[in-house]
T-cell receptor, first 115, second 113 residues
């Protein structure tokens, strides 16, 4: 596609439920990134993929968070047993390569609300 | 660790010039980015600095001083559509050793007639 797409655009769930967030990067981009943006806060790095492998998962806040990527395209971020503090906008970005000078292109985000 | 500071809000008049400052402290600096984010939308890339000095791109310019840990984004001939949040992001080394973007909280710019 022309840009990074994410689904769903909005998700409301109950505390304790699992959620899956999806990201479709720009075609041909080998690097994919997940960020979280809490209200009034800056974007927090969660995890990045180079191809299908995740060399850096250091930003994942707990073991309830996991992500995978298949076929060097779609990625899913899974949050298990959601908590109210997980409420945030989850942004995905992609870049041609995971190189320090490569520009990251962001998707519109998924707004997650945990009740 | 990383610490990125930028003003929370700024207001400027249409047609004027505004400067948004960003100061940072990082352990392994490797470039500074500015992004624009309209409310409810994705951040979009504005500029990238890795060497000291001024990068000019149309109405927008970005400056970097690595020794001072300081950058600014300069917006000229402000237009109403420039009302948005401006995010300063530094590429820094994470605990796992890769270089990732660390973002400031953003500066919400309001352009008034």
């Amino acid at each position: 596609g022309a840009g990074v797409s994410q689904s769903p655009s909005n998700k409301v769930t109950e505390k304790g439920k699992d959620v899956e967030l999806r990201c479709d990067p720009i075609s041909g981009h080998t690097a994919l990134y997940w960020y979280r943006q809490r209200l009034g806060q800056g974007l927090e790095f969660l995890i990045y993929f180079q191809g299908n492998s995740a060399p850096d998962k250091s930003g994942l806040p707990s073991d309830r968070f996991s992500a995978e990527r298949t076929g060097e395209s779609v990625s899913t971020l899974t949050i298990q047993r959601t908590q109210q503090e997980d409420s945030a906008v989850y942004l995905c970005a992609s870049s041609l390569f995971a190189d320090v000078q490569e520009t990251q292109y962001f998707g519109p985000g998924t707004r997650l609300l945990v009740l | 660790g990383q610490n990125i500071d930028q003003p929370t809000e700024m207001t400027a008049t249409e047609g004027a010039i505004v400067q948004i400052n960003c100061t940072y402290q990082t352990s392994g600096f490797n470039g500074l980015f500015w992004y624009q984010q309209h409310a409810g939308e994705a951040p979009t890339f504005l500029s990238y600095n890795v060497l000291d000095g001024l990068e000019e791109k149309g109405r927008f310019s970005s400056f970097l001083s690595r020794s001072k840990g300081y950058s600014y984004l300069l917006l000229k001939e402000l237009q109403m559509k420039d009302s948005a949040s401006y995010l300063c992001a530094v590429r820094d080394r994470t605990g796992a050793g890769s270089y990732q973007l660390t973002f400031g909280k953003g500066t919400k710019l309001s352009v008034i007639p």
